[in-house]
């Protein structure tokens, strides 16, 4: 399950995750994004109860971007205990991104 953030929740799903949390900040005219969007869902499923997945539109939540620092999607903020950890930009394949997924958590 993928939980969409905006300014009204984000602080409330960060603060309760039990297990890291990863955010999608993404637009519907960015190319990139929507390659993306499948293999992040897809990904979702994978990690269930290890790893909560997000998606944060840009276009429609602009302060929660601001708040990250956000300069170029797609972007992948790997959050835990409240802390941006790791940051992923760009378009990645499905096994490249996993991989970096698996690094990033094994180093929490």
Not at 4 to 30: G, H, Q, R, Y
Not at 70 to 91: C, H, M, W, Y
């Amino acid at each position: 399950m993928i939980t969409n953030l905006t300014k009204d929740n984000i602080e409330k799903e960060i603060s309760n995750s039990d297990v890291p949390i990863i955010i999608d900040f993404w637009a519907s005219w960015c190319g990139p994004c929507q390659m993306m969007g499948p293999v992040f869902e897809e990904l979702s499923g994978e990690y269930e109860g290890i790893l909560k997945f997000c998606k944060v539109n840009t276009e429609t939540e602009p302060e929660v971007s601001s708040q990250f620092g956000i300069q170029g999607i797609p972007a992948l903020s790997i959050i835990n205990r409240t802390k941006e950890i790791d940051r992923i930009v760009g378009f990645m394949p499905r096994e490249a991104l996993k991989e970096k997924i698996d690094i990033i958590l094994s180093k929490i």
